[in-house]
DNA sequence: GTGATTGCAAATCTTTTGCACTAAA
DNA sequence: TTTAGTGCAAAAGATTTGCAATCAC
């Protein structure tokens, strides 16, 4: 059984490694949380209540602070879905959400779902960085 | 002069009255600010700001509260922009935002910029509240 | 007069930061 | 050993709330 884990998590190391991260423990904990597996959207509490459920010494502001590094360096994107709280999402690829207003909960919008045509241009002075999409649903 | 502002004032009124709420000298400050001339996007601070140098007796934390009941009656729509603070814009018609990232500026795009084809149905149980999309911007 | 609204200050919530301590290289 | 990273507690910023005073009707 361990023998996976070990490598795996060998991987993750490289990963922190490889966008000049010292890999701590606390980074490769996270990390393990989050990239290892299915990709998901996170929160910092929920990531943090996670890390000290599955015994990964952490503190909250580390939390705060590896996540905040992890979009920095490209691992994660951020997703701006409300304002109340910050969701990172393990897929930095270019897609949009799905918003449950009444969970507070985001998800994959199915891939090809949403075609933007007729994109603007940026104003005078400026360039699109992004463009983000997000559906918001509420219980029917 | 004094006129148009009485007649514009007195629109407010029904307005704030037409919604079913009291129209207190704040909420008539308030939408005053808001809802004569252009269609605007404020953010609480903002709005505070101009009402105090205008000479509107209110304090922050009615700006705030006055802010959310108007969007519980529709006469605001909150726009999601960034994790920091709330937007709120006077065009509660359908419509984009660009985002100017390195201002915490909205915009409106222009109209019939963006036609989203192929929207994706809503998960079982939920239906779709409303798309929001964000163009983000920074300096060239 | 009476119930809704306001102002203030305090509370709340999320996130960041300063600084002494600890750990990775 | 040396520098980067961590934890804690405190700070910061946005927003909400409790409650006594005030206002609209």
Request: glycine letters at 24%.
């Given at each position: 059984m361990g023998n996976k884990m070990v490598i795996a998590d060998k991987n993750v190391e490289l990963k922190i490694r490889a966008v000049g991260l010292k890999p701590t423990r606390q980074r490769i904990g996270l990390a393990r949380l989050l990239f290892i597996g299915c990709a998901r959207h996170v929160t910092a509490d929920e990531l943090f209540a996670e890390a000290s459920e599955s015994g990964v010494p952490v503190s909250l502001a580390t939390v705060y602070n590896t996540l905040r590094q992890f979009v920095d360096v490209g691992l994660l994107r951020e997703v701006l879905?409300?304002?109340?709280r910050s969701y990172f999402d393990t897929d930095v690829s270019h897609h949009h959400h799905f918003f449950h207003v009444d969970e507070n909960r985001l998800e994959d919008l199915p891939p090809g779902s949403i075609s933007i045509d007729d994109l603007p241009n940026a104003p005078a002075g400026s360039k699109i960085e992004r463009v983000d999409v997000v559906v918001r649903l509420t219980r029917k």
């Open positions: 879905a409300g304002p109340e």
